[in-house]
């Protein structure tokens, strides 16, 4: 049952790629039967190669198309989406029989409103998965049916550049949008290094677990019989694994280069925060020994054979190719954990290479050096149950992680599951299951130090719950904010600060007060936010500023919750293309896009309270530099009379 799991997992996260490809293009019309009852046709243009599946399918195969109308309560009653005739077939990607559409196909649906209904559009949830022989997509999209027009497109990609709308403001001093407050070059530069030395610690770990470590003597071994060409096959493949590593971040700057929010839509997405969390589920109870996730043997093998038929340094590379394959069962979960980190950090594909990279050099490095030193090789520690005990520590990392993209849903969809105190106490139960298991392996001195220091951290995040002193901030980011609290009721901001999570609203204060706005564009599932609020919004001198001087206007971009039905918004492009926000957050994502060409999160901007823009804008950065972005901010502001 679970040797094809990291199969799907695969699918999934190159799916994710694929956003880029706009396998079907959509379109609707209507026909009026009489006053209140009309037939809604949808249209699927499906291109060359791909597969759309069916509405009736069975379960373990491909996900099904659904059509799910917003609100029901318009209708007297509708029929089911009727579809043509599908080809059904033996799938190999699924390995069953599946039913499917090629090149085109018609859905038909009959709709019979009731005599209240007013509007002149009616908006249908549009789920569907396409496939080609080598990925799979999951998209999900807006139908709008418009019942006085014939002809309604509905195209997938949308052009914010072009926009005129309500969201639109008119900035004063907009060259300012042009850079940064704090370079791109310096911000991303620390960002980089620290994902570097990420992945080379993930690297490292990964070379003490079973699947690896053994590896390493016999390899070693091997090349040592090449005598003078023995240290060039050494380092050639060392430099092989590091490229293979490199290239699998590759695909992810297509997905990008076409558009800006998707890497947004990957972080703040309910549903695919619940994927990950469950896929981290599932690399915890692999790396437990629960089960082994692995890919399919006829991959190593036939990887191998070829390394056999070649010589050199193509011999070489299938043979790190090997390595890479057959240690996946140890290696997969670190590489998903870093994989998924890096695309919803601010960096996406750039810091997925770097990640990649320094994972890559960690696992070369005893290749190489080895080839160099052979007479190392037998002072190294002989493999055995201490590289088991270290896969289960991975596994209780893993599943810690879990619980955080667990919290994201929770945080997004403020279901108030997953307050801070709880997932705290998660954690500390977690930290000293790990010392308890520990201790139970093995009484040896050295698992009895790491024993209590597992039981130590889980203590001390256990303080925090009964001590509010307890200093949290290297995990800040990973933990919900403080403002979400089974304590705290009265006040859902940052700190206590009063901030407005309306533009309109704080703007109106703005003016009232004759005071600048601190724009904050954050996100409940946004790490790099929580690090801001949490350890510069903190320092007193900050504060001051933030709580004194400013109107905290902080917009969500992730927030679910739903726009009132007057509050709806259709955009246009100018290509006619439609784009409808019915959520507050899509609402300030846009706004973000449509006004300062950014989609990015933390992202934060000072007004005046005529719109003047009183310095660069600025994202995550250093408590001094915020400081001093503020200062200047607020003198400008004062050195002018702007109102």
Known sequence: MFKNIYLKILFFFISLVSFSQEPVIWSTSVEKIDNYKYKLITFANIQDNWRLYSQNLEDGGALPTEFIFEDESIFESFSDVSEQESITKYDPIFKMDQSYFIEETVFTQEIYLTDSFNQNTIIQDLYYQVCDDRVCIFQDIKLVFNLNSDDVALVNSFDYSSIVSDLKLILGNSELLENEYVTENNDNFSRRLNILILGLFGGFLALLTPCVFPMIPLTVSFFSTKNEKAKLYSMSYGFFIILIYVSLSIPFYFLENINPEILNQISTSPILNFIFFSIFIVFALSLFGLFEITLPSSWSNTVDTKSNLYKGLISTFFMSLTLCLVSFSCTGPILGTLLVGTLTSAGGAID???????????????????????????????????TNTIKVILGFVELA?????????????????????????????????????????????????????????????????????????????????EFY?????????????????DFDEGLNKSKLTKKPILLDFTGWACANCRRVEENTWSVPKVYDLINNEFILISLYVDDRSDLSSENIII??????????????????????????KNNSQPYYVLLSPDLQLLNKPLQYTDTETYYEWLSKGLENFKSVIIF
């Open 401 to 481: 992680l879990a619980f955080k993209f667990l919290s994201n849903v929770d945080l997004i969809q403020e279901w108030g599951l997953l307050k801070r105190e709880v997932f705290i106490a998660i954690w500390v139960l977690i930290s000293i299951a790990c010392g308890i298991y520990l201790i139970i392996v093995s009484r040896r001195i050295s698992y009895i130090i790491s024993s209590i220091f597992f039981i130590f951290i889980g203590l001390y995040m256990g303080s925090s719950l009964f001590n509010k002193s307890t200093n949290m901030s290297l995990l800040s980011g990973l933990l919900p904010p």
């Open 571 to 596: 955009l246009k492009d100018k290509n006619g293309n439609e784009k409808i926000l019915d959520k507050v957050g899509e609402k300030w994502s846009a706004f973000q896009t449509i006004n300062f």
């Open 352 to 386: 997925l290479t770097y990640g990649m990279l320094g994972f890559g050099v960690a696992l070369a490095i005893p290749f190489t050096l080895l080839a160099f030193f052979p007479n190392i090789i037998n002072k190294l520690p002989k493999s055995g149950s201490w």
């Open 485 to 501: 609290s089974i304590y705290n009721n009265s006040n859902d901001c940052p700190l206590g600060l009063d901030c407005i999570k």
